[in-house]
């Protein structure tokens, strides 16, 4: 699984019509009814002047998973939950990057190399 924990401070926002502001540089982008969400580093929202009330840390799983298997978000987010941790998932295509709770980060990787060892 190798969780990577990318440094800086991320946060969920969400613009009317689709329109990333100048500049933006999200790292995920949700395009729903309501508007475009935009995941980007809080400086950058800050700067822009987007709202936002969640500040994550960022962890991408190292591991390369098809899109089509079963299993590792479910066991991502179990053992996740048993630690309490709240995570939001967004599959890339060569990886799967968890937003967890800033103060929380740490711990949430520390979870995730104890569940990568299980099942060495």
């Given amino acids: ?13 969400t613009v009317p019509g689709g329109e990333t502001p100048a500049g933006v540089t999200p790292v995920a982008t949700v395009a729903e009814r309501e508007g475009m969400t935009l ?9 822009a002047g987007l709202a936002y009330d969640y500040v ?3 962890i991408t799983l190292r591991v390369h998973s098809a ?4 299993g590792l978000t479910a066991a991502v987010s ?3 939950t048993d630690a309490g941790v709240s995570c939001n998932v967004v599959a890339g295509y060569h990886h799967d990057h968890l937003f967890v709770p ?7 990787v520390q979870v995730l190399e104890a569940l990568a060892a299980e099942s060495r």
């Fill in 102 to 108: 800033y103060a929380r980060a740490e711990e949430a």
């Fill in 56 to 58: 994550a840390g960022w």
């Fill in 78 to 80: 179990l053992a996740l």
């Fill in 39 to 47: 995941v980007l580093p809080e400086s950058e929202a800050v700067a």
């Fill in 67 to 70: 899109l089509d298997a079963v």
């Fill in 1 to 13: 699984m190798r969780p990577e924990l990318n440094p800086g401070r991320y946060v969920f926002t």
